[in-house]
């Protein structure tokens, strides 16, 4: 608790600690730095991460660049320490990384710079330079321990104490590395120095491993690491593809459930993908980037909402990315999948474990139709197209037929106003989504389902914004609120 109210006061007062006050010789944060020896050795390990993370947010206030370097090097002297004494100990043998207390003090090392570089934010890389090459080794070191484990007492091992253990030091490392990347200001620096040993040992190791010894935060960092990289990274991602593409999809697609957390940080690295560095899916080959497609049109078949809306919004992306992009890969693309997405979309709506998406739905859908109505495709969509003017007959003539064969107790006089409303509504996304509604109510009803899940997605919204409302009116109020559920951004 006292760890608590002490990071609550850090994050409120952190200018105070690095101002020299009336009456001292040095800022507060200098005394706490001379003691923190005896400050935190009568803590438990997670209150001195705790303890950590609060000294780091007075350091992240100062605006000296030198004096925050020092106090940097000084606030990280303990934790170094003890880090330099298992790297030499590894360094005579690599033996000492299977000792469960060896394994104990670099999960608590890690933890601790976690917190510090959550605190820091990019001031963190005076730290990380220090490191960083120490870590790619033992995190190498320890996932061939952890492979060579599996292979002598199979996967089932992954479950014991010292090998979670094991796979804890791998998970923290990666979540490190994603917590400065995220808040790096040095992107030359970034690319200079940290990202081909990060290829070298993580990505290669992800490749290699057994799959129950791939870490699922892989994926999450490389997703940050494009995010802040941005095109910068574009010539990188073929690599970054065929290292860990491929073998996580073959890890997530016999079903729904399998590798959840490699699911999906496999479709948030997609997402940040397409959404950054979209020439890169361009520059794919026809097999590489079907590949990609059905791994997306994959995600929108789950009843794993996270997975299904994540696959929306990367659909989503895409066909905006699509509409802006080189004009002569934009019609083979529609030329290939336009009705086949149209196909999986609407099989995806009919179902009844999928409304909850109803909203994204309805803008794919209603896309799709505008991009054919405006005459943006110049291609034609079918053999028996003869002139691309003739697409919108022809994409309502197929979703006609696909109507009647997936509901057969549709009239011809409903499939006609079904679809002519489509059409009619692609540039209102509101009543094009309560048209699509209404037809899902249509078929519903026909086949005896309950219809009530198809308002639940309005239902939730209308909740979500009337909790807001009563956020703000709270947060209006001093006192009505605890400290700890004020934001940080208000605490100064």
């Not at 292979?151 to 014991?160: A, F, I, L, S």
């Not at 995220?182 to 081909?196: E, H, R, V, W």
């Not at 086949?447 to 309005?458: C, H, K, V």
Request: glycine residues 2%; proline residues 4%; charged residues 20%.
């Amino acid at each position: 608790m006292a760890c608590d109210t002490f990071i609550k006061i850090a994050q409120k007062c952190r200018r105070h600690f690095i101002t020299i006050q009336l009456s001292e010789s040095q800022p507060f944060v200098d005394e706490i730095l001379t003691n923190i020896n005896g400050i935190i050795c009568h803590l438990e390990p997670h209150q001195v991460h705790t303890f950590y993370e609060a000294v780091g947010n007075m350091i992240a206030a100062s605006v000296d660049v030198v004096q925050q370097t020092k106090l940097i090097e000084k606030y990280m002297q303990l934790p170094n320490d003890v880090w330099n004494t298992i790297i030499s100990e590894a360094k005579k043998s690599v033996d000492c990384l299977k000792d469960p207390d060896v394994i104990s003090n670099i999960l608590n090392i890690l933890k601790t710079n976690i917190r510090a570089s959550k605190a820091l934010g990019a001031p963190y890389v005076h730290q990380l330079t220090k490191i960083y090459q120490d870590m790619l080794h033992i995190y190498k070191v320890t996932s061939e321990n952890i492979n060579q484990a599996i292979r002598m007492n199979g996967p089932m091992v992954v479950k014991q104490r010292l090998i979670k253990s094991m796979m804890a030091v791998k998970e923290d490392t990666l979540i490190l590395f994603g917590n400065y990347f995220s808040k790096a200001n040095n992107i030359q620096q970034i690319l200079d120095q940290f990202l081909t040993p990060l290829y070298t040992f993580v990505l290669i190791d992800y490749r290699d491993c057994h799959p129950d010894a791939r870490e699922a935060e892989v994926l999450n960092m490389l997703a940050i690491l494009i995010t802040k990289l941005e095109d910068r990274l574009t010539n990188r991602i073929p690599e970054i593809f065929d290292l860990t593409f491929e073998h996580t999809l073959h890890m997530i697609d016999k079903n729904f459930e399998d590798y959840p957390d490699h699911r999906k940080n496999f479709y948030i690295l997609l997402q940040s993908v397409t959404n950054v560095c979209f020439s890169a899916l361009l520059a794919l080959n026809a097999t590489q980037f079907k590949l990609v497609y059905d791994s997306i049109m994959w995600a929108l078949k789950h009843t794993m909402r996270t997975i299904s809306e994540l696959g929306l919004e990367i659909l989503q992306i895409m066909l905006r990315k699509f509409q802006t992009c080189d004009p002569n890969a934009a019609q083979t693309f529609y030329q290939i999948y336009y009705l086949e997405t149209m196909q999986h979309i609407f099989s995806v709506v009919a179902e009844c474990s999928h409304t909850s998406g109803l909203t994204a739905h309805s803008q794919i859908l209603a896309n799709l139709f505008l991009i054919v109505e405006q005459g943006l495709i110049k291609v034609p969509l079918a053999p028996e197209v003869q002139d691309p003017s003739q697409n919108l007959p022809y994409v309502q003539q197929f979703m006609a037929n696909l109507l009647k064969t997936a509901f057969p107790h549709l009239q011809d006089n409903q499939v006609k106003v079904i679809i002519e409303g489509f059409v009619t509504l692609d540039q209102d996304i509101a009543g094009f989504k309560e048209h699509l509604r209404d037809f899902l109510v249509q078929i519903r009803e026909a086949t005896g389902n309950d219809t009530a899940d198809l308002y639940l997605e309005d239902r939730e919204q209308t909740l979500k914004r009337a909790a807001e409302e009563k956020r703000k009116v709270q947060m209006s109020v001093p006192g009505m609120l605890n400290p700890h559920e004020i934001p940080e951004d208000m605490q100064d």
